[in-house]
T-cell receptor
Framework: DGGITQSPKYLFRKEGQNVTLSCEQNLNHDAMYWYRQDPGQGLRLIYYSQIVNDFQKGDIAEGYSVSREKKESFPLTVTSAQKNPTAFYLC?????????????FGSGTRLTVV | GESVGLHLPTLSVQEGDNSIINCAYSNSASDYFIWYKQESGKGPQFIIDIRSNMDKRQGQRVTVLLNKTVKHLSLQIAATQPGDSAVYFCAEFGGSQGNLIFGKGTKLSVKP
């Protein structure tokens, strides 16, 4: 079955560490997105990529970095510069330019600073 | 823009009642709208969509109404069940970059 997979489901980070969250999709979608969700709040866009080898900053990109070397993969690195990284991170993909505009979401990664 | 620390509005309904969740969208040029359901600890799931050339669309137990005059979208859930308890987000599409713009969300709690 086609879908989007995030791993790990839970991740713990020590102060000063960089951690990388994985996002893989086999939907053949060109576009991929990373969102941050804090408890009781909505979705905030971190980074997005419309095509391989290209990505754009979203609303809250500071302290994060991404790469898009393959169509299927869009990993997010939470760097030590992100001072408050504890949150629920959601990856999504879509097929812009088609009749289907909706995003397909992964099941999320919960990151906690210890 | 979104305010950090602003918590989601909450709607509490009795099991079996109908629920109405409202959303105000921002861009009068938006031509496609989606409702998502997010259960605790999971990613959002597509519920129903509607294009701007329609004012109503029905699915199984759900109806979306679109009022373009006042830029208002609503989701009606018939005979609400405990499994409907979740956060519901509306999203609009119509930006030049092709990104969906998400609303703040509403938390629906169903009392047995």
């Amino acid at each position: 079955d086609g879908g989007i997979t995030q791993s790990p489901k839970y991740l713990f980070r020590k102060e000063g560490q960089n951690v990388t969250l994985s996002c893989e999709q086999n939907l053949n979608h060109d576009a991929m997105y990373w969102y941050r969700q804090d408890p009781g709040q909505g979705l905030r866009l971190i980074y997005y990529s419309q095509i391989v080898n290209d990505f754009q900053k979203g609303d809250i990109a500071e302290g994060y970095s991404v790469s898009r070397e393959k169509k299927e993969s869009f990993p997010l690195t939470v760097t030590s510069a992100q001072k408050n990284p504890t949150a629920f991170y959601l990856c999504a993909s879509s097929a812009p330019g088609t009749a289907v505009y909706g995003y397909t979401f992964g099941s999320g990664t919960r990151l906690t600073v210890v | 823009g979104e305010s950090v620390g602003l918590h989601l509005p909450t709607l509490s309904v009795q099991e079996g009642d109908n629920s109405i969740i409202n959303c105000a969208y921002s861009n009068s040029a938006s031509d496609y709208f989606i409702w998502y359901k997010q259960e605790s600890g999971k990613g959002p799931q597509f519920i129903i969509d509607i294009r701007s050339n329609m004012d109503k669309r029905q699915g199984q137990r759900v109806t979306v109404l679109l009022n373009k005059t006042v830029k208002h979208l609503s989701l009606q859930i018939a005979a609400t069940q405990p499994g409907d308890s979740a956060v519901y987000f509306c999203a609009e599409f119509g930006g030049s970059q092709g990104n969906l713009i998400f609303g703040k969300g509403t938390k629906l709690s169903v009392k047995p």
